[in-house]
T-cell receptor, first 115, second 112 residues
Framework: DGGITQSPKYLFRKEGQNVTLSCEQN?????MYWYRQDPGQGLRLIYY???????QKGDIAEGYSVSREKKESFPLTVTSAQKNPTAFYLC??????????????FGQGTRLTVV | GEDVEQSLFLSVREGDSSVINCTYT??????LYWYKQEPGAGLQLLTY?????DMKQDQRLTVLLNKKDKHLSLRIADTQTGDSAIYFC????????????FGQGTELSVKP
């Protein structure tokens, strides 16, 4: 079945450590996105990538990094520079290069907790 | 501005209609969406409406758009316990690469 898969579902990190969240899709979608979800704040865009080997900062990119070496993969690294990393992280993809006039497919999310 | 605003909570009885409201600020928005998030899961697209439409109906769902007031609503008829979830309103803007701006989400609780 085609879909978008995030792993792990739960992740714990010690302060000062970097951690990488995985996002893989087998939908042959061009664009992929990372959102952060906090209670009462909705979803905020961290980074997005419209094509392989290219990505753009979203609204809250500080303390995060991404890569897009393959079409199907868009990993997100939460660095030690991110001051408040505890959140629910959602990855999404779209068949076109934008989210206009198209359905965005979301993964099941990764809940990151800093301990 | 880019704010999309929703009330945070709504509680209804099973069988009643639910109406979830959303306001947005940017009149250049071309498409407006409703996504549903079940507990601990990702988002699923429920429906969307193009900005030149006033209404869209899809089975139990009715979307109303008042472009003058920048107000969007989602009505769920005959609400069931399985409809309990968080509902997100979102707008996409062609002049900003088509990115989605999400509201805070409305948590719908359906009581038997």
């Amino acid at each position: 079945d085609g879909g978008i898969t995030q792993s792990p579902k739960y992740l714990f990190r010690k302060e000062g450590q970097n951690v990488t969240l995985s996002c893989e899709q087998n939908l042959n979608h061009d664009a992929m996105y990372w959102y952060r979800q906090d209670p009462g704040q909705g979803l905020r865009l961290i980074y997005y990538s419209q094509i392989v080997n290219d990505f753009q900062k979203g609204d809250i990119a500080e303390g995060y990094s991404v890569s897009r070496e393959k079409k199907e993969s868009f990993p997100l690294t939460v660095t030690s520079a991110q001051k408040n990393p505890t959140a629910f992280y959602l990855c999404a993809s779209t068949v076109g290069q934008t989210m206009m006039n198209t359905e965005a497919f979301f993964g099941q999310g990764t809940r990151l907790t800093v301990v | 501005g880019e704010d999309v605003e929703q009330s945070l909570f709504l509680s209804v009885r099973e069988g009643d209609s639910s109406v979830i409201n959303c306001t947005y600020t940017d009149s250049s928005s071309t498409y407006l969406y409703w996504y549903k998030q079940e507990p601990g899961a990702g988002l699923q697209l429920l429906t969307y409406i193009f900005s030149n439409m006033d209404m869209k109906q899809d089975q139990r769902l009715t979307v109303l758009l008042n472009k003058k007031d920048k107000h969007l609503s989602l009505r769920i008829a005959d609400t069931q316990t399985g409809d309990s979830a968080i509902y997100f309103c979102a707008e996409s803007k062609g002049n900003q690469g088509g990115k989605l701006i999400f509201g805070q989400g409305t948590e719908l609780s359906v009581k038997p």
